[in-house]
């Protein structure tokens, strides 16, 4: 039975939920960084002016931690430069000169295991992370120490605009159910429950006709209600477990994995090529053509825009991700990672008056978290370190509502942005 989950009901605008992946052609270069995942950058294992081929494993890192990266294009190296994340921080970046020949490289082979520690060592090497925006390098994901009763499978896809992994759903649903049959076998988990949202009746459809012989698979429709897709919204909502402060899935018995990261570990288990495309949603009110493109890691986001048409002189804001947990782009020559879903392309935000709180409860009510946002925007405001630990603002997952909600247009989850960054500087971090 779905629990009562709090949240918001966003305009879905997803114009491209009908538009299928096209390729994008070769870019003339990609700059790929060292570090698009969670845990320790990876170093190159390459020089300048060498050439590479595609899925050639062009960086690593000795750190069980991380996730190596691969050449996306053939060609020649022709940069290894500092790069700047939007995220912040700075990391080592490979510039390829793509030849456009799309040569692969010839050590790559449909890798082999015969248990789990030789399944988690080939995808190791896979370059595999969480494709739903964290990051997590896949091979650590699927060893947890707990016991796993149950793998969700997260096809939520609740912000608006964004519809890849509604693409994937709907032209991959045997490598999706492959895939997820393939982790059950492996990893000894005995069910596996998919979590689709109402809005995405085709997807739903072609995953339950392709689980249909697997008695082991079900598939959870879920109300189109965001943050649908957060980890622990979504495991509450599907089995009525609640991960505890400081805990993590596999504590609750369960362990949460993006559709397309499953796609994914699917095609590279039959073909053996490592992560180096994936699927965009290209969409705002400044592009002429929304589309879905599989695109090289490392591709300019521009090469995007410009492909669908974008007009640059409206464009006011550029998002990777979605409008409402997506990041601001500084500028279109941002490369693609290996978790970017989606890059909006919006005009000016309209013009929104702060007014003073009225006090009607309504962020509470919205918060997927029970948080009181409205008490910890006064707590920041004070720079009161202890009430801001007691109102648990690192619970927080800035996902927006409360100030979606606000009547008198708050930065609610801004504040709480701060007030995160507040306490890390307050203990030293
Ligand atoms: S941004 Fe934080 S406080 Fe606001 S609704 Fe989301 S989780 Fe709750
Ligand atoms: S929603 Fe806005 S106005 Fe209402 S209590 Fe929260 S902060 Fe105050």
Same mark, same amino acid.
């Given at each position: 039975?779905?629990?009562?989950?709090?949240?918001?009901?966003?305009?879905?605008?997803?114009?491209?939920?009908?538009?299928?992946?096209?390729?994008?052609? +070769?870019?003339?270069?990609?700059? +790929?960084?060292?570090?698009?995942?969670?845990?320790?950058?990876?170093?190159?294992?390459?020089?300048?002016?060498?050439?590479?081929?595609?899925?050639?494993?062009?960086?690593?890192?000795?750190?069980?931690?991380?996730?190596?990266?691969?050449?996306?294009?053939?060609?020649?190296?022709?940069?290894?430069?500092?790069?700047?994340?939007?995220?912040?921080?700075?990391?080592?970046?490979?510039?390829?000169?793509?030849?456009?020949?799309?040569?692969?490289?010839?050590? +790559?082979?449909?890798?082999?295991?015969?248990?789990? &520690?030789?399944?988690?060592?080939?995808?190791?090497?896979?370059? @595999?992370? !969480?494709?739903?925006?964290?990051?997590?390098?896949?091979?650590?994901?699927?060893?947890?120490?707990?016991?796993?009763?149950?793998?969700?499978?997260?096809? @939520?896809?609740?912000?608006?605009?964004?519809?890849?992994?509604?693409?994937?759903?709907?032209?991959?649903?045997?490598?999706?159910?492959?895939?997820?049959?393939?982790?059950?076998?492996?990893?000894?988990?005995?069910a596996c429950s998919i979590g689709v949202e109402n809005n995405k009746p085709e997807a739903q459809k072609k995953l339950r006709s392709a689980a249909r012989s697997d008695p082991r698979i079900t598939l959870v429709p879920l109300p189109p209600v965001y943050p649908q897709g957060a980890e622990k919204v979504l495991i509450y909502h599907i089995t009525g477990r609640i991960v505890q402060p400081g805990q993590l899935p596999a504590d609750a018995g369960v362990l949460v994995m993006n559709v397309s990261s499953i796609c994914f570990l699917e095609e590279f288990f039959t073909t053996g090529?490592?992560?180096?495309?994936?699927?965009?949603?290209?969409?705002?009110?400044?592009?002429?053509?929304?589309?879905?493109?599989?695109?090289?890691?490392?591709?300019?986001?521009?090469?995007?825009?410009?492909?669908?048409?974008?007009?640059?002189?409206?464009?006011?804001?550029?998002?990777?991700? !979605?409008?409402?947990? !997506?990041?601001?782009?500084?500028?279109?020559?941002?490369?693609?990672?290996?978790?970017?879903?989606?890059?909006?392309?919006? !005009?000016?935000?309209?013009?929104?008056?702060? &007014?003073?709180?009225?006090?009607?409860?309504?962020? +509470?009510?919205?918060?997927?978290?029970?948080?009181?946002?409205?008490?910890?925007?006064?707590?920041?405001?004070?720079?009161?370190?202890?009430?801001?630990?007691?109102?648990?603002?690192?619970?927080?997952?800035?996902?927006?509502?409360?100030?979606?909600?606000?009547?008198?247009?708050?930065?609610? @989850? @801004?504040?709480?942005?701060?007030?995160?960054?507040?306490?890390?500087?307050?203990?030293?971090?």
């Amino acid at each position: 039975m779905l629990r009562k989950l709090h949240g918001v009901r966003l305009p879905h605008a997803k114009a491209t939920a009908h538009e299928p992946f096209t390729a994008l052609p +070769i870019p003339e270069k990609v700059l +790929i960084p060292l570090s698009m995942h969670i845990g320790t950058p990876c170093t190159p294992l390459v020089k300048l002016r060498q050439s590479v081929t595609v899925g050639e494993c062009i960086a690593s890192s000795e750190a069980q931690f991380s996730a190596d990266i691969h050449a996306s294009v053939s060609g020649t190296v022709t940069a290894i430069t500092d790069y700047r994340p939007a995220r912040g921080g700075v990391c080592k970046a490979i510039e390829i000169t793509a030849d456009g020949e799309q040569t692969h490289c010839p050590a +790559i082979a449909v890798p082999t295991y015969t248990d789990r &520690t030789s399944f988690l060592e080939a995808l190791r090497h896979s370059g @595999a992370v !969480g494709m739903g925006g964290a990051g997590l390098p896949t091979h650590i994901k699927l060893n947890p120490k707990q016991k796993i009763e149950q793998l969700l499978v997260n096809a @939520a896809e609740c912000e608006p605009y964004i519809t890849a992994d509604d693409r994937i759903m709907q032209e991959k649903p045997e490598v999706i159910i492959a895939g997820i049959r393939r982790i059950l076998d492996v990893l000894g988990i005995p069910a596996c429950s998919i979590g689709v949202e109402n809005n995405k009746p085709e997807a739903q459809k072609k995953l339950r006709s392709a689980a249909r012989s697997d008695p082991r698979i079900t598939l959870v429709p879920l109300p189109p209600v965001y943050p649908q897709g957060a980890e622990k919204v979504l495991i509450y909502h599907i089995t009525g477990r609640i991960v505890q402060p400081g805990q993590l899935p596999a504590d609750a018995g369960v362990l949460v994995m993006n559709v397309s990261s499953i796609c994914f570990l699917e095609e590279f288990f039959t073909t053996g090529m490592p992560l180096v495309s994936r699927g965009v949603t290209v969409d705002g009110e400044c592009v002429e053509k929304p589309c879905s493109l599989t695109v090289p890691i490392g591709t300019p986001v521009r090469d995007l825009l410009n492909f669908a048409g974008c007009d640059f002189d409206r464009m006011a804001r550029l998002i990777s991700g !979605g409008p409402m947990m !997506g990041m601001c782009l500084p500028n279109a020559d941002y490369p693609v990672t290996k978790t970017m879903n989606a890059v909006l392309a919006l !005009g000016e935000a309209p013009e929104r008056t702060v &007014t003073n709180c009225i006090r009607c409860g309504r962020c +509470i009510q919205a918060c997927p978290l029970r948080l009181m946002p409205t008490e910890l925007e006064k707590a920041y405001d004070r720079r009161d370190a202890k009430a801001l630990r007691r109102l648990r603002v690192d619970l927080c997952m800035l996902c927006g509502c409360c100030s979606y909600v606000c009547p008198a247009n708050r930065n609610l @989850a @801004a504040s709480n942005a701060l007030a995160k960054g507040f306490l890390r500087k307050e203990a030293g971090q």
